[in-house]
């Protein structure tokens, strides 16, 4: 899985490119936690190229998530595709995870 980085002030934003399916969870836990640690959970994932993920790819963003939450870290999932909201929604997840319809909503969200 290959992945844009891109700094917006204390932000980083990571926009992964394919699928988040059994096989690309490892490199997306890998780089999606490094960031989260360099960046205190201040992650905005951008998954407007990420066209499907399985439950693997579902797994992978609560375990990424859940913990930073805890920290007090807020992590926020933006631009999602039909159909990963809808897998999302489908298995109760989208609930749990702050997502926004832009990128610069959710870095907008830490300055509230």
């Known amino acids: 899985m290959k992945f ?31 960031a989260v640690a360099q960046r205190s959970g201040r992650v905005v994932m951008d998954l407007r190229n990420v066209p499907y993920l399985d439950s693997a790819g579902i797994e992978a963003l609560l375990s990424l998530f859940a913990p930073a939450r805890s ?8 631009r999602l595709t039909d159909t990963c909201r809808e897998a999302l929604d489908l298995t109760d997840v989208l609930v749990r995870l702050d997502v926004f319809d832009t990128v610069e909503n959710a870095i907008r969200s830490y300055n509230r």
């Open 4 to 34: 844009e980085t891109q700094t917006h002030g204390l932000v980083t934003v990571l926009t992964p490119h394919g699928p988040l399916t059994h096989e690309e969870v490892p490199c997306f836990r890998q780089t999606a936690e490094q």
């Open 71 to 78: 920290t007090g870290a807020r992590p926020k999932l933006a």
